[in-house]
């Protein structure tokens, strides 16, 4: 069985602060994709981010960057200089390879104060 | 753009009232998801279909049923909508393997019962 672990609820910052937030897995597939998601107020979920199990390489993208640790089975999302408009939940998800099934944590509220 | 429609954006619906939401997408995905998704709560699959082949999850209640008359279209029906059900209803799509290639997610239909 998959499962997706996010261990922090909720998240305050004040704006141009960095947060980080921490997504933790267990999957007995050797081939796998991570993914994250934004889900603003509106309700629709933003793709952010997909990465296959082989690939761990960072990456950033703008003021986001993620660090894949296959070691420790996380996959940890940092929004460096954080806005207001980043305020949302975010959903870290997972999926084996050839499946059809995405495994959600349970999202990580972020509140970003002026 | 290629999309995935979800209508309608809000739907109210009487308790005991059979009610149905829809989903359409001009990306020619061979699978078609049903999340449900409750306040404060990571997304859940209800079932999907893969082409014509409908996958029901095992803890999805005989209350919510799915069609699927063509690729383009499925619909999610609730055949006696109980105050529990209230939830926002996610549609996505995705090619075959939808780890290597990503999911479409609509903007949701927000369901309240009376």
């Known amino acids: 069985a998959q499962k997706v672990t996010q261990a922090q609820t909720e998240i305050s910052v004040v704006e141009k602060e960095d947060v980080t937030l921490d997504c933790v897995y267990e999957t007995r597939d050797t081939t796998y994709y991570l993914f994250w998601y934004k889900q603003p107020p509106s309700g629709e979920l933003v793709f952010l981010i997909r990465r296959n199990s082989f690939d761990e390489q960072n990456e950033i993208s703008g003021r986001y960057s993620w660090n894949f640790q296959k070691s420790t089975s996380s996959f940890n999302f940092t929004i460096t200089a954080s806005q207001v408009v980043d305020s949302a939940v975010y959903f870290c998800a997972l999926i084996k390879a050839a499946g059809n099934k995405l495994t959600f944590g349970g999202g990580t509220r972020v509140l970003v104060k002026p | 753009d290629a999309m995935v429609i979800q209508n309608p954006r809000y739907q109210v619906t009487q308790f005991g009232k059979p009610v149905t939401l829809s989903c359409s997408q001009t990306?020619?995905?061979?699978?078609m998801y049903w999340y449900q998704q409750k306040s404060s709560q990571a997304p859940k699959l209800l079932f999907h279909y893969y082409d014509k082949d409908f996958n029901n999850e095992a803890d999805t209640p005989d209350n919510f049923q799915s069609r699927r008359p063509n690729t383009s279209f499925c619909f999610l029906d609730i055949r006696s909508p109980g105050l529990g059900d209230a939830a926002m209803y996610l549609c996505a799509t995705s090619s075959e393997d939808g780890g290597l290639y990503g999911y479409t997610f609509g903007s949701g239909t927000r369901l309240t019962v009376v």
């Open positions: 990306l020619n995905h061979n699978v």
